[in-house]
């Protein structure tokens, strides 16, 4: 899950992946599901077509530096 990172969507059963190639199609055009804030922060849409596209339902900060680990 880290090194691909996947989100599942446990209401609808999808999966969605931080690849969009790997993610459904609309309009011939893979979806994107993922959005790199920077500073290790992503945001994930969990729905088919990619959702709303605002990249909050799902909002992660992984932290290497922190003294509390």
């Given at each position: 899950?880290?090194i691909?990172?996947?989100?599942d ?14 993610n ?15 500073l ?30």
């Amino acid at each position: 899950d880290v090194i691909a990172r996947k989100l599942d969507n446990l209401t609808t059963g999808a999966t969605y992946w931080a690849f969009a190639d790997a993610n459904e199609s609309v309009g011939g055009k893979p979806v994107n599901h993922l959005w790199n804030y920077g500073l290790n922060t992503y945001g994930w849409e969990d729905t088919y077509g990619g959702g709303d596209q605002d990249f909050n339902d799902m909002t992660v900060q992984l932290d290497f530096t922190s003294a509390y680990g």
